[in-house]
């Protein structure tokens, strides 16, 4: 099994990446989360990875982060999640955000994805909870009533939950509702 490449980056085509590794391509499917954060083309990066054998195809993903790696494992062991489906939900949601949905069972964020149905979103309600690491569910709990609303309002008004996301990281602590849709629209117009 290969769980880590280490290599020159050589090309990046969402969602796929090929690493030049002591002269030998590798070539990965990535979520848009670690394609957005990749070096650039010709630096050094380290992926780790996660191998698919199926009876037609042997499949490469690649990730920049231990949770999103443990976070696509879960994914698909549930039934009628796979790769490809996997990767469409950590590339529409960050593992904080998925945390976050599954925690306060929220599956019109999961819908959101595409590719993903009411009846899958219930499923991975149903099956993830509790399953995301207890590491995933304190980070999904610090965010707040206020901040949850604040982000709720953020989606309504057509942002979309990365940048409601990147705009309450911005926010003063303890910023109540109303002031806190004020500073996020301040802070998204710029």
């Given at each position: 099994m290969i769980g880590r490449l280490?290599?020159?980056?050589?090309?990046?085509?969402?969602?796929?990446?090929?690493?030049d590794v002591n002269g030998v391509g590798y070539e990965l499917d990535v979520p848009m989360s670690t394609f957005y954060n990749l070096p650039a083309l010709g630096e050094r990066v380290a992926l780790l990875t996660h191998f698919v054998v199926r009876e037609d195809a042997q499949l490469l993903f690649g990730f920049l982060q231990h949770d999103e790696r443990a976070t696509f494992r879960q994914l698909i062991r549930i039934s009628g999640v796979g790769p490809r489906t996997a990767l469409a939900i950590l590339s529409g949601l960050s593992v904080a955000e998925l945390a976050q949905a599954i925690?306060?069972?929220?599956?019109?964020?999961l819908v959101k994805v595409p590719g993903i149905g009411?009846?899958?979103?219930?499923?991975?309600?149903?099956?993830?909870?509790?399953?995301l690491g207890p590491e995933l569910?304190?980070?999904?709990?610090?965010?707040?009533?206020?901040?949850?609303?604040?982000?709720?309002?953020?989606?309504?008004?057509?942002?979309?939950?990365?940048?409601?996301?990147?705009?309450?990281?911005?926010?003063?602590?303890?910023?109540?509702?109303s002031e806190g849709i004020k500073l996020a629209l301040k802070a998204l117009s710029r």
């Open positions: 280490t290599g020159t980056l050589a090309q990046k085509s969402p969602p796929q990446v090929l690493i925690a306060r069972q929220e599956s019109g964020r009411k009846k899958t979103a219930e499923r991975l309600l149903l099956e993830l909870k509790g399953k569910a304190a980070g999904a709990a610090v965010i707040g009533d206020a901040q949850g609303d604040i982000v709720q309002a953020l989606v309504a008004l057509g942002y979309n939950d990365r940048e409601a996301a990147a705009a309450l990281k911005s926010l003063p602590a303890g910023v109540g509702v």
